[in-house]
């Protein structure tokens, strides 16, 4: 059986932009980043695209796949394969294209910066209880794939800081290591705009970790009306 993709290309010398189609042989268990570099190994070593650790927890290689944001190293074809049908491949949509399939994720690094997303030093106890570690993990879990953003509708509205650092806010609001809840609520509120959210609930939809970002930012919305912090 041969997989047929096709596939965006994008020359940033030239500006050209065009689709390629693909034909590769299927391979029990081949996911779509062994198809992509069957490509670049037999067929056309220009082909770009990103990718480090094959494992489906780095989140560098996500791509669209049939409109629709997916890991490239954890998507089996098989599934697309059966359907007999082409296979769109496309990078990820709201992100600069560098080449091909490979896209600028500098925004995503500047606005962590940017939202402080780490915990300072801390001296104190560093036990947490299981029920607060449970809350605390799940937001973790986020591997910056960045599969919510790119899929996020309202992320095209440039203040909206989008559900990837709504996750990663959370997560930090209930870390009792971190001491700077007022701090990440007003990053929510007034820096992210929470509020402006869709509750449309495709980022829950997208993540390959199954994070959650749409009910992390409920659950952030449910802690700022009980705290009444909602002006902070």
């Known amino acids: 059986m041969k997989l047929r993709l096709k596939v965006f290309r994008y020359d940033p010398e030239r500006g050209e932009k065009r689709y390629d189609t693909f034909e590769v042989d299927y391979e029990e ?10 490509i670049k190994e037999n067929i056309d070593p220009s082909l770009t695209f990103r990718h480090f650790c ?20 954890k998507e089996q074809v098989l599934p ?8 769109l491949v496309e990078p990820l949509d709201k992100f600069p294209v560098i080449k091909d399939l490979a896209v600028d994720h500098e925004s995503v690094t500047d606005r962590m910066k940017k939202f402080h997303t780490w915990i300072s030093e801390f001296k104190g106890e560093v036990r947490i209880p299981p029920d607060v570690s449970k809350k605390v993990e ?3 879990d986020c591997i910056l794939c960045s599969a919510c953003q790119s899929y996020c509708p309202q992320v095209l509205e440039e203040e909206y800081a989008g559900p990837l650092f ?8 209930e870390d009792p290591r971190d001491p700077n809840k007022e701090l990440r609520l007003k990053e929510a509120v007034e820096e992210g705009h929470l509020y402006h959210c869709l509750s449309c609930d495709k980022c829950n939809n997208t993540c390959p970790k199954e994070v959650e970002p749409a009910t992390l930012i409920r659950e952030l919305m449910t802690y ?4 009444g912090k909602a002006n902070c």
């Open 29 to 38: 268990g081949m996911t779509f980043l062994t198809a992509f570099n069957r």
């Open 54 to 73: 094959r494992a489906g927890i780095c989140g560098t290689c996500t791509v669209f796949i049939n409109g629709f944001p997916k890991l490239a190293c």
């Open 80 to 87: 697309y394969l059966l359907t007999g049908e082409e296979v």
């Open 138 to 140: 799940k937001a973790a």
């Open 166 to 173: 709504f996750a990663k806010l959370y997560r930090f609001l």
């Open 224 to 227: 700022i009306k009980e705290h």
